[in-house]
């Protein structure tokens, strides 16, 4: 996929993986859409895109407000003539022991992580079907791909929007619009701040740049899915689908370091 001039609609665009992603597009001469909560960040992200050699508006609002996905999908038509590329990229975490997360948290990563993509994709879709050559993005996360304890409802929703996005590549095959998902692993950015997987558990961090120059790079090449995943992590994906059994064992002597690692990891 050609992406040099292409309009961007990106969610979760103020910091971290999000702004870098939009700042990848930039270099290719995209026009950008930000959306996400703070339009101060927004704005900061889209200094940035300009300075990069891009364009961009900023519209800030809560992607589970219905009024607003449909507004900021209009409003990136009528800024940019069109839309070519819907990612899906903002997100929520709060992490621990079942019954120690509050139900609001619980509620809140359902419908940010998975039912607003889910609503913004088909509020994008007329538009997405007139660009002839569009795309959506779904950011996912190596917890879709391996069930983590305490991170049960966050993992929930990425599996899910992970096989949302199969579901949706396969619907959408004669419309002209290709499906990709983004498997990010634990990244350097603010979201992973009150976490201590990196010191506690001895998880590698990624880069918030490293991993949107590779969702670039997998659009470009017309990918189906982007997994950014250590040695490390990668082991634990190939035992989760070849020995699920060892993995509970390795998973389960891990505990009280991921435990003592994610007591206070929370970012909503």
Known sequence: MNISGKSILLTGASRGIGREIALAFAKQGCKLTLAGRNEQALEETRAGVEQAGGQAIVVAGD???????????????????????????????????LGDVSEDDINLQLQINLVAPILLTRAALPALRKSGEGAVVNTSSIFGLVGMPFYATYGATKAGIAHFGEAMRRELAEDGIHVMTVFPGATDTPMMESAGLRDKAGFEYDTPQGVA?????????????????DDNSQGMID???????????????????????VATHRSM
């Open 63 to 97: 992607v589970t407000d219905a009024d607003w996905r449909q507004s900021v999908v209009d409003k990136t038509v009528e800024a940019h003539g069109g839309l070519d590329i819907l990612v899906n990229n903002a997100g929520v975490v709060s992490a621990g022991a």
């Open 213 to 229: 120059q590779a969702l670039v790079e997998g659009l470009e090449a017309g990918e189906l899915a982007v997994v950014r995943a």
């Open 239 to 261: 035992a989760n689908r070849d020995a699920p059994r060892d993995l509970d064992d390795q998973i389960c002597e891990m505990k009280p370091k991921l435990a003592e690692a």
